[in-house]
């Protein structure tokens, strides 16, 4: 179970060094966007295929996650079956002092100049407690278009 919540951001507003920050390249691609199967490319070196459950089935944070690891080929030939955007990405880690983590998602690409926050929660109490940070620009958790999976097949969402 993934429960999480997402806020726009701008990089140039981020707080702290993200070159202290762990982090990783990410290429990820979507064979399916209904249901959700998508596939990652981690650091050229670790390859997953995920299957995700439709918020609705869950609740308003949550939706049910699995993934499975996959090897290089695998990544490959299902990625000649992918639709839509391939999106690329730097994610950076940061360990928050109260033990949740943030991961700072920078995008590449077509989708250049887009950056997000996410969080994951131990619960939907937690999730719907928690206080946005100030400098994020708003919270798209539940806003249309800010999903990766909608990302890749509608491209940019609108900002106003």
Not at 12 to 36: G, M
Request: charged fraction near 30%.
């Amino acid at each position: 179970m993934e429960i999480e919540r997402k806020w726009l951001i701008k990089a140039e507003s981020i707080p702290y060094d993200l070159t202290k920050l762990v982090c990783f390249e990410i290429e990820q691609a979507y064979i399916s966007f209904s249901p959700v199967i998508r596939i990652r490319k981690i650091n050229n070196d670790r390859f997953v295929l995920t299957v995700k459950s439709s918020p609705e089935n869950a609740g308003k944070f949550s939706r049910n996650e699995y993934e499975i690891n996959i090897d290089s080929d695998e990544y490959i030939k299902l990625k000649e079956k992918s639709e839509g955007l391939v999106i690329s990405k730097t994610r950076y880690i940061n360990k928050r002092q109260d033990g949740l983590t943030e991961e700072i998602d920078i995008f590449k690409g077509g989708l250049s100049g887009l950056a997000y926050l996410e969080i994951e929660f131990p619960d939907e109490a937690s999730a719907e407690s928690f206080k946005s940070p100030d400098w994020v620009i708003k919270d798209v958790t539940l806003e249309k278009g800010f999903s990766n999976g909608e990302l890749a097949e509608y491209g940019m969402p609108e900002q106003g």
